[in-house]
T-cell receptor, first 114, second 114 residues
């Protein structure tokens, strides 16, 4: 299994540009989520999904959209990039949303918005 | 979710046991204790979790006190590759009902020295 994969690893955007961060998992996990990590702030939840076709907002959803059309993929869209979205983004997945299951994290996407 | 308190940093000699404490005095009966770690620039990695009994896996042991108000993660023979930030997280069983958020806090920065 490849686990959780994220692309790209690095990205530089100009203010106002849009892009999609890709996340895929091959473990048939029900639950997937996106976090961002900023220095001194820890990881903060952006959006999550408990299954295909079901998504919901985390604590910092503004400026981001998600969809979950398949079990495997959970892309994160930046609609109009802002310098405040410069961060490291991690995707995570878990077997189920209704049990004490561990979450598996991807390697991250490092995004810089100028 | 209950709040956790961890020392900000610890040192350990290579080959010795690393004992990382965590205080979670407000933990409720259905909340689990999870440990994750984050090696520099990588995604967080699950280590172990437990409810009341001590747990052991190939990576570590988790000792939970009888009153469940604190726990200790033990890396039995620390190596240089165990240098990372270690996060103790308390969370209820149902990820969905709690938004799936793992509250990572500041963690303990463990430095394993030769």
């Amino acid at each position: 299994n490849a686990g959780v994969t994220q692309t790209p690893k690095f990205q530089v955007l100009k203010t106002g540009q849009s892009m999609t961060l890709q996340c895929a998992q091959d473990m048939n996990h029900e639950y997937m989520s996106w976090y961002r990590q900023d220095p001194g702030m820890g990881l903060r939840l952006i959006h999550y999904s408990v299954g295909a076709g079901i998504t919901d907002q985390g604590e910092v959803p503004n400026g981001y959209n998600v969809s979950r059309s398949t079990t495997e993929d959970f892309p994160l869209r930046l609609l109009s990039a802002a310098p405040s979205q410069t961060s490291v983004y991690f995707c995570a997945s878990s077997y189920s949303s209704s049990g004490p299951y561990e979450q598996y994290f991807g390697p991250g996407t490092r995004l810089t918005v100028t | 979710d209950a709040k956790t308190t961890q020392p900000p940093s610890m040192d350990c000699a290579e080959g010795r046991a690393a004992n990382l404490p965590c205080n979670h005095s407000t933990i409720s009966g259905n909340e689990y204790v999870y440990w994750y770690r984050q090696i520099h620039s990588q995604g967080p990695q699950y280590i172990i979790h437990g409810l009341k009994n001590n747990e052991t896996n190939e990576m570590a042991s988790l000792i939970i006190t009888e009153d469940r108000k604190s726990s200790t993660l033990i890396l039995p023979h620390a190596t240089l590759r165990d240098t990372a930030v270690y996060y103790c997280i308390v969370k209820g069983r149902r990820i969905y009902n709690q938004g799936g958020k793992l509250i990572f806090g500041q963690g303990t920065e463990l430095s394993v020295k030769p």
